[in-house]
């Protein structure tokens, strides 16, 4: 139940952002989400729907940056969108590194 513990840090972090703004309600999260953080969208919504039940974030809503994979050339130095977690480049077959595609942020609180 990875997502579960997960929504559960992303309401905490919601939660006490209103706290600090003196809130008492929150409309949306926002969230970045790489496409390589192993989080299932789905069931990370679920969870956060279920938790967030009679506390200020009853209303709030989920809303998911998704960020591609994208990886540098440690040879060529050229960028790719990375696809089918293939990790040697195509032109020279150096190896890729990842730049992006792994983040779970919590991007902004809109509260009241
Ligand atoms: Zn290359």
């Known amino acids: 139940m990875h ?3 997960l929504a559960e840090n992303i309401l905490n972090i919601a939660l006490d952002a209103a706290e600090k ?3 008492t309600k929150i ?3 926002g969230l970045t989400l790489g496409e390589m953080a192993g989080v299932e969208v789905e069931a990370l919504t679920l969870s956060f729907d279920v938790l967030k039940k009679n506390s200020p974030a009853e209303d709030a809503a989920l809303v998911i940056n998704r960020v ?3 990886a540098t050339c440690n040879k060529c130095g050229k960028n790719f969108r990375l696809e089918h977690y293939n990790f040697f480049c195509p032109e020279c077959d150096g190896i890729l590194i990842l730049q992006s595609g792994r983040e779970l942020l919590v991007d902004f609180v809109d509260c009241e």
């Open 68 to 70: 591609p994979l994208s």
């Open 3 to 5: 997502e579960a513990t």
């Open 27 to 29: 409309f949306k999260v």
């Open 21 to 23: 703004n003196h809130a």
